[in-house]
């Protein structure tokens, strides 16, 4: 896709439109920053026609830029801070949807050394059934991001939000990726509890039994499921769990990444 031609102008936005935005309860991270120098980097805006824009980027810049003044106000020093009043901005004109998130997944790559927040463009564009949009990302992406995404759809997206917060590395995420989600799900137990997973957490879900793997997924433990003398066998496809008396069952309904276990009866 060629962005070269695509028309953008300088311009600022005031203090009183980025209130209507309706934006001033996002992560505001850059509050301490803005307060004292302004906003640096430009937001990025796309012209929807009919005199209104629409925010590809710096959603977190503007919130800052909120709180920022709220402060000055508070303090008695917005009359010295003039950058205070209004906001630096870019407007793409003439652009459609699919450009629009292009220009959004390159900001945010350039802004940020964590390709998360290029697949978190591509899940919102799919979530939204925009398939132009995804096609466009992935071919902007190249093999490299796509290899990357691939891996990502593997993890739970409760441990992926975890990622775009900082709450574990990539290098982390990545071995995830290697473990299947029955085995996630302590890992996002362990969220409720810590502000940060780290490579112990991950390695002691690996290492977890399977009661305390099935317990964290509801099934009954082995020793419940087992009520008779005749060993049984276990079927786990992603999400999914069923119990057969028979192994030729059980390898029958076995998909392609599933695990089979042989429950041993107790007592």
């Known amino acids: 896709m060629d962005l070269s031609n695509i028309t953008r102008t300088n311009d600022y936005i005031s203090a009183d439109d980025i209130t ?23 937001c990025i805006f796309r012209d929807i026609g009919n005199g209104e824009r629409e925010l590809l980027a710096g959603r977190r810049r503007l919130s800052s830029f909120l709180k920022a003044r709220k402060r000055a106000i508070e303090d008695g020093s917005l009359v010295n801070r003039p950058w205070l009043e209004r906001a630096p901005i870019v407007v793409y004109e003439g652009i459609d949807r699919v450009a629009g998130d292009v220009i959004t997944l390159l900001e945010n790559m350039e802004r940020s050394d964590n390709p998360l927040h290029a697949y978190q463009v591509m899940c919102d564009a799919r979530a939204r059934g925009d398939w132009d949009a995804v096609q466009g990302i992935i071919k902007t992406i190249g093999r490299k991001g796509a290899v990357l995404f691939r891996k990502y759809e593997k993890i739970d997206p409760q441990l992926i939000q975890a990622g775009l917060n900082n709450q574990i590395s990539q290098t982390n995420l990545h071995e995830v ?7 996630q799900a302590l890992l996002v137990e362990k969220l409720a509890t810590k502000s940060r997973l780290t490579e112990t957490d991950i390695k002691d879900a690996k290492k977890a039994s399977a009661a305390e793997v099935l317990g964290q997924t509801g099934y009954p433990t082995p020793g419940v499921v087992v009520q008779d003398n005749a060993p049984h066998f276990l079927v786990i496809n992603g999400k999914k769990m069923a119990v057969y008396s028979e192994y030729a069952s059980a390898k029958q309904n076995l998909k392609e990444g599933g695990k089979l276990y042989k429950l041993i009866p107790q007592g």
């Open 177 to 183: 990726a290697t473990i299947g989600l029955a085995r």
């Open 20 to 42: 209507q935005m309706g934006i001033e309860n996002w992560d505001a991270a850059y509050t301490e920053s803005v307060y004292e120098i302004g906003i640096i980097i430009p």
